[in-house]
Nanobody, 124 residues
Framework: QGQLVESGGGLVQTGGSLRLSCAAS????????MGWFRQAPGKEREFVAA????????YYEDSVRGRFAISREIPRSTVYLQMNSLKPEDTAVYYC?????????????????WGQGTEVTVSS
């Protein structure tokens, strides 16, 4: 049984940066596409970014494109989300997820493994 563990969340001011990490254990996720999602209080979970298993193709939600960058370390399947120019509306719990599907996508129902989340708060 595989596990994903997120870290790196915290409190940051508007315009600041954070780097989230997602570490895999218990199984290899090297052939899984990986994604980041977020869920703000009172809202549904939404897609943020995804990266393919090779690490050479990415996909972003429109509101974060140009500010966030997803990357991965291939041998260890560690996935990162570099978040720059943060805004109060980025405040949420951020989740890492793994998908067996061969193409990048934003549908949370087609991600097979999820982490417990890390909280990000952006103060105005």
């Amino acid at each position: 049984q595989g596990q994903l563990v997120e870290s790196g969340g915290g409190l940051v001011q508007t315009g600041g940066s954070l780097r989230l990490s997602c570490a895999a254990s218990g199984r290899t996720f090297s052939k899984y596409n990986m994604g980041w999602f977020r869920q703000a209080p009172g809202k549904e979970r939404e897609f943020v970014a995804a990266i393919n298993w090779l690490g050479d193709s990415t996909y972003y939600e429109d509101s974060v494109r140009g500010r966030f960058a997803i990357s991965r370390e291939i041998p260890r399947s560690t996935v990162y989300l570099q978040m720059n120019s943060l805004k109060p509306e980025d405040t949420a719990v951020y989740y890492c997820a793994a998908s067996r599907l061969s193409y990048l996508h934003a549908d949370p129902h087609n991600y097979d493994y999820w982490g417990q989340g890390t909280e990000v708060t952006v103060s105005s």
